[in-house]
Nanobody
């Protein structure tokens, strides 16, 4: 199982980014998928998830609700995170992996760095 995240950058507050995740190694279509954020000294926190099995049901952490949108492309095993109206507290390394009710795989990707600063 492999996850490859991309799309992170340094942006000013109020800016936007779109993160991409390519998942491979198993059939992910049945799994819920999520984006996790990690800051130095802290654990990875789930910020957004999307159900599997063809569903488009999504869940968001309160801190990103209304600003972030998660989506997935089933045929390509891709997961995306559209991040709008970015805030400095959104800064961190973003990872994708399976999401609750599924346990994340131990094989995390390298993540992609998002830095929000003026």
């Amino acid at each position: 199982v492999q996850f490859v995240e991309s799309g992170g950058a340094l942006v000013q507050p109020g800016g936007s980014l779109r993160l991409s995740c390519a998942a491979s190694g198993t059939a992910f279509s049945a799994f819920s998928m999520g984006w996790y954020r990690q800051t130095p000294g802290n654990q990875r926190d789930l910020v957004a998830s999307i159900d599997g099995g063809g569903s488009t049901h999504t869940n968001y952490a309160d801190s990103v609700k209304g600003r972030f949108t998660i989506s997935r492309e089933y045929t390509e095993n891709m997961v995306y995170l559209q991040m709008n109206r970015l805030k400095p507290e959104d800064t961190g390394v973003y990872f994708c992996n399976t999401a609750p009710p599924y346990t994340p795989y131990n094989s995390w990707g390298q993540g992609t760095q998002v830095s929000v600063s003026s």
